[in-house]
Each structure stands twice: as C-alpha cells, then as structure tokens.
C-alpha cells in the first residue's frame, strides 16, 4: 500500500489555466504538507495542515489556494497558473516529532 | 528563522569508497531533530537518517552514519561502502522539534554520484 499517494505524477498546462493536485495519505497521520521543489532543486514549505486546519501558510501568492476536507487528504487548487509556476510539488504528511513522509511528487510544466 | 547550509554542491565517490557530505545550521533553538533524506532520479524523497539534537550518542543507520556536532551546528554524513544505488541529490534537513508537527528546512543539496 502506498503510504502518500498524489495525483496526477505530471501535470503540463498552459498559462492561465486553474489546476488541482490531490495528495492522499494512509498512515493517519495528523499533520499534512505542500512543499515546492524549483528546478534548482531547492525545497520549501508552502502550506501544513494539521487536524484539517491550516498551521503555515508560508509567502505563497494567493492563486494557491490549499484544502483538506479530512485529515487524510491534502488538495492544491493553483489558479491562473504561471510560467515560475514550473516545478516539483510535493505533498508530506508526519505525526508528532517524527521524520515526514513524501508523497511521489507532481511535476507541474507551464507553457 | 532556521537556515541549513551544504556547501558542497556535487560530489563523486569510487564505488565501495567512504564519502561524507557536510551541512551546518543555524538555529537558537534547543529542541530540534536533523534529518538525511535521499532523492534519486526518480524523484522520490527518502529518509536516511535521522538525529534528536538532544542524543549525544551518533545515528547510524547501516552503512550510513552521521557525525553531529551540536556545539559546531554541523551535521555530516558518512556513507560507507559507496554504491551504485547511492547516485542521488541528498538533502540535509532540519525540524524544530519544540511545537509538535513543524515544516523541514532544507539545505540546497549536494548531488552525489558513484561511479564504477
């Protein structure tokens, strides 16, 4: 069983468009996680959830918009989509002090 | 705020050879956790290793072993035994560990390879 899953694993869209990635996990962890991968390869946080409640929400522009309807599963809705929007997102999910666990990654191209 | 620097940006070992990465951090914090994860070309994010800041005592895992340095701030990792599996970006990584749940704080990466 796949402990987080996302979907789709890759995403290309042209500019402007409005896409979602879902992030799913099986572990019933409390705690969930955007990060954003740029092509440079550098990892930061965007968004954590905890209890279906947003904790962090990093300076991320207001087009992406998170939502959790349960404590399982963490969605990225991004509107209106930009070129610097290119990269790798990924969804995490951990429980209290412990190591957090990825998701497989969405690698989302604008053209 | 936490910072997490590797200032190695690639690295090549000979298989079956001992290579260490290096990562400093900075913090004011007294309770946090360093981790080690590993992301080869499939992209997936996987732990290596992981260290409490209040164990003195070094993490080993396998052939993978840091030396933490906590009075320095520097947390390295050792891989013995290099293989090719190895090849891979590795992230050091840092987590406060005082509020429960909180978000990593990545170094930038240093890409490893090993070669045959």
């Known amino acids: 069983d796949t402990a987080v899953s996302q979907t789709p694993k890759y995403l290309v869209t042209q500019m402007g468009n409005d896409k979602s990635i879902k992030c799913e996990q099986n572990l019933g962890h409390d705690t969930m996680y955007w990060y954003k991968q740029d092509s440079k390869k550098f990892l930061k946080i965007m968004f954590s959830y905890n209890n279906k409640e947003l904790i962090i929400n990093e300076t991320v522009p207001n087009r992406f918009s998170p939502k959790s309807p349960d404590k399982a599963h963490l969605n990225l809705h991004i509107n209106s989509l930009e070129l610097g929007d290119s990269a790798v997102y990924f969804c995490?999910?951990?429980?209290?002090?412990?190591?957090?666990?990825f998701g497989p990654g969405t690698r989302l191209t604008v053209t | 705020a936490q910072t997490v620097t590797q200032s190695q940006p690639e690295m090549s070992v000979q298989e079956a050879e001992t290579v260490t990465l290096s990562c400093t951090y900075d913090?004011?914090?007294?309770?946090?956790?360093l981790f080690w994860y590993k992301q080869p070309p499939s992209r997936q994010m996987i732990l290596v290793i992981r260290?409490?800041?209040?164990?003195?005592q070094n993490a080993t895992e396998n052939r993978f072993s840091v030396n933490f340095q906590k009075a320095a701030k520097s947390f390295s990792l050792k891989i013995s035994d290099s293989q090719l599996g190895d090849t891979a970006m590795y992230f050091c990584a840092f987590m406060k560990g005082s509020s429960g749940n909180t978000p990593l704080v990545f170094g930038k990466g240093t890409r490893l390879s090993v070669i045959a």
């Open positions: 913090t004011s914090e007294s309770n946090y956790y």
């Open positions: 260290q409490e800041a209040y164990k003195q």
């Open positions: 995490a999910s951990s429980q209290a002090r412990y190591e957090q666990y």
